[in-house]
């Protein structure tokens, strides 16, 4: 036996050294100890693993043994430290790099590194022992990639540090994926290392310091989790199992996760004795979100797809991530879910449902999309954008309730009435899907004029839904924000024509000729356009939009601290006319009354049952001087009983009770 490298069929684990969690037993991965560095990997069906230590350069290669006899491959390292380069190879194949590598340096194709997460020097002890209210959240939806010019944790940091966030007033930074993906830029959700933060933004210690930085500045740290899919190069998991998929669901990226034990598919037939491979599988995402937790400090996640994530056991899978999060952290942890079920069983709690926090509500947005914008392609065809509607959607937290949608014809949703509190819905005028996934990328602001995009921001932000802002919406920013991917050329071809295709349904890009006009997703300029430009904010079309958000975000404060809640009871929602509505948030020492007008020139008779203006003083209007963005209309003449509009706005009313 090598001298420097001994089995242990016992657990070594690694101790993560915060104040307010546990420390977490993983149950895969490679983690410094006492005595080297314990190395784990999971690989059911396979009759020899072995360790490579440094891979690319004087490789040594070392067997493992199934310590279990359950496919659970182990060896601990005696000269293997922090650092350390290694790949598996499993039954003479590969090598390949580790399914639940902590960081991929050289790429998702390259070896992992051991990293140790307990050197890191956290300060943030106090701050995570907090308990956060869901009525004082605003969420702000980052690309690291594309947020600063350097697109690393490092200047998102010093964004941070400058005070920036603390002035706009949001509470929460939500980042897209960082699992690490192939090629040099990325959305994200072609992700296929889970465990690994993408090597192009920085190191583990920089999301950590990253981190550190926003719980200084008291602000809650969100991640975009993906356990629906992988990205389609990259992937290693099936060269170590094949029970990663089954065949038993689909999703519209082919079999789905492995992650229901109900019922096995035709290929779980274990080749030896252990846990089920469904569970195991369940296993590798539950213990992603818990580091996640534990060697980073996040505080909450947004759920990608989760209407793909199929599991007909008892207790769903969402249900146990919740549930297992809130125990490590032994406080609440948010969770956000995108699901276009419009399901209130994702937010009610168990045993009724799986008590997520929040879900996507993107009917909102849709329906201001279709008034403001005039959208009707694709999934718009089934909003109208009326008063009418818009109030529902905006009273009750979505549209589609179990009806049939307008143009598909099929049964959507549930009654959303039977959630207690809005701020269970999320709402948004944009986000990273909604741009991106426009052929062009072109934002709201883009498409319809100032003061109609002032009136929108004023409308989401005095709702008492959970509202996200995505990045640059606050300075109505000029970059669009489009696909972009940097796969090997054969994939990228792919991915070109397929985007391409993609719109050929849609009016506009059915002449091939402006199919052309649609920017390629390969191409770096793609990428290099979608990034912030931050001198715009001291520009006047820009500054005066910003300075409406810092003000909306501070009435938001207002709001929270009157103890207007989220409660279905604190809230009234009123249509004027066909073009105006009204908006009543109740206090328990005040009350906060906005008129909003989508229209062109009108008087907003206001003088309407729920809608008691009378001993209400104005607190500002989107047309306020110190909000003029170059296209003003003239600031709303205000008697009593009326309100008379030269353009789209928004007036704002506080009575005390």
């Not at 701050?127 to 702000?140: F, P």
């Not at 069983?345 to 201001?368: C, R």
């Not at 089934?382 to 589609?400: A, L, P, Q």
Request: net charge negative; proline share 5%.
């Amino acid at each position: 036996e090598d001298p420097a490298i001994s089995s242990r069929s016992h657990l070594q684990f690694l101790k993560h050294r915060t104040e307010s969690t546990m420390p977490h037993q993983f149950t895969y991965g490679a983690f410094p100890t006492e005595d080297g560095v314990r190395f784990r990997v999971w690989a059911p069906k396979a009759k020899e693993v072995e360790l490579v230590i440094n891979p690319d350069g004087q490789a040594t290669k070392h067997k493992m043994q199934d310590t279990q006899n359950g496919g659970i491959w182990e060896l601990v390292v005696k000269d293997a430290t922090a650092g350390t380069l290694y790949k598996y190879t499993v039954d003479g194949k590969g090598p390949f790099p580790d399914p639940v590598s902590r960081s991929q340096p050289k790429g998702v194709h390259g070896p992992s590194q051991v990293v140790d997460a307990s050197k890191f020097q956290w300060t943030d002890a106090e701050y995570r022992k907090v308990q956060h209210q869901a009525d004082n959240l605003v969420l702000y939806e980052v690309h690291v990639g594309t947020f600063t010019p350097e697109g690393t944790f490092e200047a998102l940091r010093k964004k941070i540090e400058t005070g920036y966030f603390k002035e706009l007033g949001v509470t929460a930074i939500e980042l897209l994926p960082l699992n690490d993906f192939p090629g040099e830029w990325n959305w994200g959700y072609d992700g296929v290392m889970l465990y690994a933060p993408a090597r192009c933004y920085g190191t583990p210690d920089d999301l950590r310091r990253l981190v550190d930085t926003a719980h200084k500045h008291n602000l809650s740290m969100c991640l975009d989790l993906v356990y629906n899919h992988f990205g389609p190069d990259g992937n290693y998991l099936g060269c170590f199992s094949p029970f990663y998929f089954t065949e038993k669901h689909k999703t519209p990226w082919g079999d789905a996760p492995n992650i229901d034990p109900s019922v096995q598919d035709s290929s779980e037939k274990k080749a030896q004795d252990g846990p089920s491979p469904a569970i195991q599988v369940r296993k590798f995402f539950l213990e992603n979100a818990l580091h996640w937790l534990h060697e980073y400090h996040f505080d909450g996640f947004r759920m990608d797809a989760t209407h793909a994530l199929v599991d007909d056991s008892q207790v769903h899978f969402l249900r146990e991530l919740v549930d297992t999060c809130n125990k490590e952290a032994q406080k609440r942890i948010y969770f956000f879910a995108e699901d276009d079920r419009n399901s209130t069983k994702l937010v009610l709690p168990a045993p009724e449902g799986y008590g997520l926090d929040g879900a996507w509500a993107d009917d909102f947005h849709h329906q201001i999309r279709v008034r403001l914008a005039g959208d009707r392609d694709a999934y718009f065809a089934n909003f109208t954008g009326s008063m009418d509607d818009i109030v529902k959607t905006s009273k009750n937290g979505w549209f589609y309730a179990g009806q049939e949608t307008l143009v598909d014809k099929k049964a959507r949703g549930t009654d959303p009435t039977v959630v207690p509190t809005l701020n269970s819905f999320s709402v948004c005028i944009q986000n990273h899907d909604q741009i991106g996934n426009r052929a062009l990328g072109d934002r709201l602001n883009h498409n319809i004029s100032v003061e109609a995009y002032k009136a929108a921001s004023a409308f989401l932000l005095f709702l008492p839904q959970t509202p996200l802002l995505f990045q640059g919406q606050e300075f109505a920013s000029s970059s669009p924000f489009q696909f972009f991917t940097n796969h090997n050329e054969d994939l990228g071809k792919l991915v070109t024509e397929g985007r391409r295709k993609e719109f050929s349904g849609f009016s506009f890009f059915a002449n091939p000729e402006n199919q052309k006009k649609i920017p390629d997703p390969q191409a770096k300029s793609t990428f290099e356009n979608s990034k912030l430009k931050w001198d715009e904010i001291s520009q006047k079309e820009h500054a005066g939009v910003f300075n409406l958000y810092k003000r909306l975000l501070q009435l938001r404060g207002e709001l929270f601290n009157a103890k207007a809640s989220g409660s279905r009871k604190n809230l009234e929602i009123v249509k004027f006319s066909e073009n105006s509505l009204g908006v009543v948030r109740k206090g328990e020492k005040s009350t906060f009354f906005a008129v909003v007008n989508f229209g062109g020139k009108e008087t907003v008779n206001t003088n309407v049952s729920d809608f008691n203006l009378k001993n209400a003083k104005v607190l500002f209007t989107t047309q306020d001087e110190s909000f003029n963005a170059g296209e003003s209309v003239g600031v709303p003449k205000i008697s009593e009983g009326s309100v008379d509009f030269s353009g789209p706005g928004v007036v704002f009313f506080q009575a005390d009770n």
